[in-house]
């Protein structure tokens, strides 16, 4: 099991950058393939970035390739996501999770960081 703590939202302008962190407990995290999730009022949880185990392997949603990264540091048992460019549509409740192998999407959660790019 891997337990996940989210920082680093908060309050931006448009075309301003920001580095969320997810700190992970648990012995299998430097083996899990990790990602970030976001999810804006009313509408439905969506996938943003993931990572594979050794940082090796890297795939983004349409709409943050180019602006987003995904870094890991399994020294430090955490996961990046620096955002550059934000737009107003960025702004949601960031999730990181521990990927399910067989679906892909989160198996385990953390708790959310607010992220809001004002216009």
């Known amino acids: 099991q891997v337990q996940l703590v989210e920082s680093g939202g908060g309050l931006v302008q448009a075309g301003g950058s920001l580095r969320l962190s997810c700190a992970a407990s648990g012995r299998t995290f430097s083996t899990s393939r990790m990602g970030w999730f976001r999810q804006a009022p009313g509408k439905e949880r969506e996938f943003v970035a993931a990572?594979?185990?050794?940082?090796?392997?890297?795939n983004y949603a349409d709409s943050v390739k180019g602006r987003f990264t995904v870094s890991r540091d399994n020294a430090k048992n955490t996961i990046y996501l620096q955002m550059n460019t934000l737009k107003p549509d960025d702004t949601a409740v960031y999730y990181c999770a521990a990927l399910d192998s067989n679906t892909g999407w989160g198996r385990y959660w953390g708790q959310g960081t607010q992220v809001t790019v004002s216009s």
């Open positions: 990572i594979n185990w050794s940082g090796a392997i890297t």
